[in-house]
């Protein structure tokens, strides 16, 4: 199912294109912005610098992380390199999931390196906590590629791929906060609205719960089950990529 040489070629591609390089580049100058904004802080220089750092760097990876998925997707259609390999004794699936493997692989490459950097800025406050933010960015990070490896392949336009997949992860960062006001009783839980916003926390990522930043501070709560996060990592990435393979098998060159 997997193909080591397509996962050497993703990584070829990724030098190439001088991703981590980038990304390392982005990573320390954002540790470092949130290293001097923390020392303008007149209290909790630490916590602030330890959170600001955290949210940033989250974002930018997830974001460079996501476009370099789908333009490496759309360029390898438009370069008519799926056909190559398609002539080469490779199975489509074996492409789908060798392309999930090695992105996976970047993800948790990055998410090392954000946590390191995350270390870095306060490095009094390190603890469990620090560990579990890791561990989840990553899973969101690996929900996050899959997303916009089958966006990348539905869609034949990188920007409407790449927006349709940042679309998705801004809704599962909000989905907690739209669910509260459903639960509320500021609107009318048995509303149209409200039935249709619970049908869609259904299928869309909770990333809500993955990589709290209160974590950096507070630590982690008892009543919080990492194991959880890892099922719906695992569940949703391969719910899309079951989605891309079905795409990609239909698709006549």
Known sequence: MFSAPLVKYVFKAALRDKLMLSLAIVLIVGASLATFLGSAAI???????????????????????????????????????????????????????????AFSLLCILLGVGVGVCVYAVSPQLFGYGHILWVGSIIVEAVIMVNIALFFSMYISSASSA???????????????????????????????????????????????????SSWLIYGVQDNYNFVYALCQGAIYSLFVLLAACFDFVRREF
């Open 43 to 101: 209290v909790e220089k630490s916590q602030f610098t330890v959170i600001f750092a955290g949210a940033s760097l989250r974002i930018v990876s997830i974001l460079g992380l996501v476009l370099f998925v789908v333009f490496f997707i759309r360029r390898a259609f438009e370069s008519k390199e799926i056909e190559y390999l398609l002539s080469r004794p490779v199975g489509r699936l074996s492409i789908i999931f060798s392309f999930a493997l």
């Open 162 to 212: 790449a927006m349709s997949t940042l679309g998705v992860y801004v809704l599962g960062r909000l989905m907690g906060q739209l669910l509260g006001i459903v639960d509320s009783e500021i609107v009318d839980s048995h509303g149209i609205y409200s039935m249709a916003m619970q049908m869609v926390s259904v299928i869309t990522p909770r990333l809500d719960l993955l990589g709290q």
